[in-house]
């Protein structure tokens, strides 16, 4: 496992404040992983998106990302809905209150998310993920 260079942890670090404190009341609620909130990142930058896409994009097995992407759901973060292209497929979008959370994602964006996220490993991810939901608790008040 690479290290997080220092531009990316400030670039990480930069980003996640801005989305975090430009909607503090979305986020204090929430108990998002940094995993859940990769996948909404490339959800909403590649959005309708089929679910076998979204588990190449997130490197994870076809039933891992299906997991996640019903606890997305149920959550309300996520919704489900047919291929307008192929009515056998499903494809998954962010709802009107996860792109609130986010805001417009662009896919280069989601992509060095994901990277630096990845590269950081699952400690330092746990401590992070206090970090968030402690700023959005504070930023709430």
């Known amino acids: 496992m690479s290290m997080v260079s220092m531009e990316d942890a400030r670039w990480l670090a930069g980003y996640l404040r801005r989305m975090v404190s430009a909607r503090p009341a979305a986020w204090a609620g929430t108990d998002l992983t940094l995993s859940q909130l990769i996948a909404l990142h490339l959800i909403s930058a590649q959005a309708p998106m089929t679910l076998l896409s979204l588990s190449q994009a997130l490197g994870t097995r076809p039933p891992a990302t299906c997991a996640l992407?019903?606890?997305?759901?149920?959550?309300?973060?996520?919704?489900?809905?047919?291929?307008?292209?192929?009515?056998?497929?499903?494809?998954?979008?962010?709802?009107?209150?996860?792109?609130?959370?986010?805001?417009?994602?662009?896919?280069?964006?989601?992509?060095?998310?994901?990277?630096?996220?990845?590269?950081?490993?699952?400690?330092?991810?746990?401590?992070?993920?206090?970090?968030?939901?402690?700023?959005?608790?504070?930023?709430?008040?």
């Open 69 to 141: 992407v019903n606890r997305l759901v149920r959550a309300g973060l996520v919704e489900r809905r047919p291929d307008p292209e192929d009515l056998r497929r499903v494809v998954v979008a962010v709802t009107h209150q996860s792109a609130q959370m986010i805001g417009k994602i662009d896919p280069e964006t989601a992509r060095r998310l994901q990277a630096v996220l990845t590269r950081m490993g699952a400690a330092a991810q746990r401590v992070l993920t206090e970090v968030l939901k402690d700023t959005a608790r504070r930023l709430a008040r």
